[in-house]
């Protein structure tokens, strides 16, 4: 069934099951094929950044533009950056540049193994294991002279090269302030590589635009927000009746419930085609059964999570989900046996800084995830006499 299923959410997602952004992707090629451009694009986890970048990036391909991706997000060393982009470079160019293995390899003057990709048996270059415990400044000239012989290679060979990072912040993991200042110090003198820079923390990203800091100034933006309701409503409905599924408006229903991020949605549509299938036909009932399946296949994870927290932070979680009153105001303390408005106002920056809730809604904060919105509804609010449907959307 999944397999004829029109949705996709796992990895990176393109055409046909990528819609809208049409704006974005034309942008993002425009900067991928601009050699010396430097774009930042800046948006919350989920709304599909890095799959319109893969998108843009195979539009530039089509160009005949060359596009190395690396991604950031598991990194524990500058030299698993440098390593990261060393393997991207290998295969994005290796069937281009015959040569780049032994030119990169003899232009960064550091020691480099070459290990077979299992999938594809091309050999990925790497910096030996060692240096990956060397003082900082050691690893971030590994750093330097990858990045420094790829702008060289692509000067020698009058093309422009497309380097995406994606979530680049990770580098002030290594160095705070100062691994900024070091990566505008190489990226700006680059003028024969384009640079996208991604990344979703946003609140370290805002902090590291402003005035004084490393990257004022020196990189356009892309603010990276949610897809407009209507068109992925509608775009969801043609989905289903395409592959042979009835839709009574359920597009626009699984947008109220699961949105604003992208990735939410079309999880509850794909969770919803799969369930509607049997009976051609997709309608609340489908919804809301599609909806607590998603919620319970989260439940052994969200509640090694709920376990964690003390006994006032899950009265805050409740208090959110139920999303009454403001949440710090008298009436949600006495309701929810929450401690004063000082350490309810505390303890909620932690949660917001790991990700887990967000400022907005009628309580003044929501959770990130429905999903776990929803479990805390139909599994914690009981606890305290309160039955709401799982699928309750405050504000709808």
């Known amino acids: 069934m999944s397999q004829k299923n029109p949705f996709r959410i796992h990895g990176v997602v393109t055409r046909p099951y990528f819609t809208d952004r049409e704006s974005e992707v034309r942008r993002i090629r425009e900067h991928l094929t601009e050699p010396g451009s430097k774009l930042l694009v800046i948006g919350e986890r989920r709304m599909g950044k890095s799959s319109a970048i893969a998108v843009a990036a195979d539009d530039a391909r089509d160009e005949h533009g060359v596009v190395v991706f690396a991604d950031f997000s598991t990194v524990s060393s500058v030299v698993d950056m440098s390593n990261r982009l060393l393997a991207a470079a290998a295969k994005a160019l290796g069937k281009k540049w015959k040569d780049v293995l032994t030119h990169v390899v003899r232009g960064i003057g550091m020691s480099v193994s070459l290990s077979p990709?299992?999938?594809t048996g091309a050999l990925l270059p790497s910096l030996e294991l060692g240096l990956r415990q060397a003082p900082l400044a050691e690893q971030q000239e590994s750093l330097t002279r990858v990045l420094n012989q790829l702008n060289a290679m692509a000067g020698e060979r009058g093309v422009g090269l497309?380097?995406?990072i994606d979530e680049f912040q990770e580098i002030r993991n290594f160095g705070a302030e100062q691994a900024e200042w070091h990566l505008r110090g190489v990226i700006q003198h680059h003028d024969h590589l384009a640079y996208v820079l991604a990344g979703s923390r946003t609140h370290l990203i805002r902090n590291m635009l402003d005035k004084g800091r490393a990257f004022y100034g020196l990189l356009d933006?892309?603010?990276?927000g949610p897809i407009d309701p209507a068109h992925l409503a509608e775009w969801?409905?043609?989905?289903?009746?395409g592959h042979g599924v009835a839709s009574k408006a359920a597009g626009s229903r699984i947008v109220a419930i699961a949105g604003p991020r992208t990735r939410d949605i079309v999880q509850l549509a794909r969770k919803t085609f799969d369930i509607a299938s049997v009976g051609g036909s997709a309608d609340e009932g489908t919804i809301q059964r599609?909806?607590?399946?998603?919620v319970?296949?989260?439940d052994a994870l969200i509640r090694t999570w709920w376990a964690r927290l003390t006994a006032n932070q899950?009265?805050?979680m409740r208090a959110i989900a139920a999303a009454g009153d403001p949440l710090t105001s008298k009436a949600s303390l006495q309701r929810f046996g929450l401690p004063s408005s000082s350490t309810v106002t505390q303890a909620l920056q932690t949660f917001i800084a790991e990700g887990t809730i967000?400022?907005?809604?009628?309580?003044g904060y929501t959770f990130d995830s429905p999903y776990m919105r929803g479990w805390v509804i139909a599994n914690a609010l009981p606890d305290i006499g309160m039955e709401l449907p799982v699928t309750f959307t405050p504000g709808i």
Not at 221 to 224: A, G, H, N, R, S
Not at 236 to 241: A, E, K, T, V
Not at 290 to 294: G, H, I, N, Q, V
Not at 358 to 363: D, E, F, L, S
């Open 358 to 363: 967000q400022r907005g809604g009628p309580g």
């Open 236 to 241: 969801i409905d043609d989905r289903m009746q």
């Open 221 to 224: 933006k892309l603010e990276f």
């Open 117 to 119: 990709d299992p999938l």
């Open 162 to 164: 497309g380097i995406v």
């Open 290 to 294: 599609a909806f607590r399946e998603l």
């Open 314 to 316: 899950q009265n805050m």
């Open 296 to 298: 319970d296949e989260e």
